[in-house]
């Protein structure tokens, strides 16, 4: 299994990856009204699923750590945390190259925009608050309650087209869409999950080795802590 994780689940997400980005870019027929320029969605609307999924994990891994701490859970966290914020700012940015020519501008205050960056702001500012705690308890919990507020806005972003008049169109069905489209897409949209996984994995591991660390060592703890030093070996588990 090790040996997947760290070669085989890597290489098939780059080869499902690559098939759909074929499909997309020279497969699938170019959009009737934005041509070749729509290609780019088999890019950005997947990087846009994969960060929410992240963020969305970072939600249920917040709410999970409260109702019982545990450094992985704690771990899980901070790697979902940072993979959605990198994400989604890949997502954003292949957004705003989509806009250009199809609006006229790489910005606008629409409300899917709008709400987006709200977000990535939130998961900035969650990270930002985990560097600057330096008690791993006092970290993880108040970073699990900035994780809760930051994924009120995940639900606002996915129906923000369709809640307001937006400039953002809304989002397509297989129903809306031709055939080839929907399959390059779906393509696409596996490959980067299964790359966003193994990214996860990776960061998971990296993290929780580095709480393990932290909290192995009494000295580099608060007094408090340091007295209940059995308490914390109990909860890496």
Do not use: C
């Not at 070669?7 to 009737?32: E, K, Y």
């Not at 806009?99 to 500012?125: F, H």
């Not at 969650?126 to 560097?131: C, D, E, G, N, T």
Request: charged share 15%.
């Amino acid at each position: 299994m090790g040996k997947f994780i760290k070669w085989g689940l890597p290489a098939l997400a780059l080869v499902v990856l690559a098939a759909g980005w074929w499909l997309g870019l020279a497969w699938a027929p170019p959009d009737r009204e934005m041509g070749d320029v729509q290609r780019i969605m088999y890019v950005h609307v997947p990087l846009q699923w994969v960060a929410m999924v992240a963020m969305a994990i970072n939600f249920v891994v917040a709410i999970s750590y409260l109702m019982k701490a545990s450094w992985k859970l704690d771990a899980a966290a901070e790697a979902s945390a940072e993979i959605g914020l990198v994400l989604g700012t890949a997502g954003m940015i292949t957004g705003a190259i989509w806009g250009r020519p199809t609006w006229g501008v790489y910005w606008s205050w629409d409300p899917r925009l709008t709400s987006q960056a709200i977000m990535l702001v939130t998961y900035t500012g969650y990270l930002v608050l985990r560097r600057f705690v330096e008690d791993p308890e006092k970290r993880a919990t108040w970073s699990s309650v900035v994780a809760i507020i930051g994924a009120i806005n995940l639900p606002i972003v996915w129906f923000s087209v369709r809640w307001w008049r937006s400039l953002h169109q809304v989002q397509s069905t297989p129903k809306t869409v031709d055939p080839e489209m929907t399959l390059a897409l779906r393509v696409s949209a596996f490959g980067m999950l299964f790359l966003t996984i193994w990214f996860l994995m990776l960061r998971y591991r990296q993290a929780l080795a580095e709480r393990q660390a932290e909290v192995a060592l009494p000295d580099a703890l608060p007094s408090d802590l340091a007295a209940a030093g059995g308490a914390n070996s109990t909860r890496v588990a």
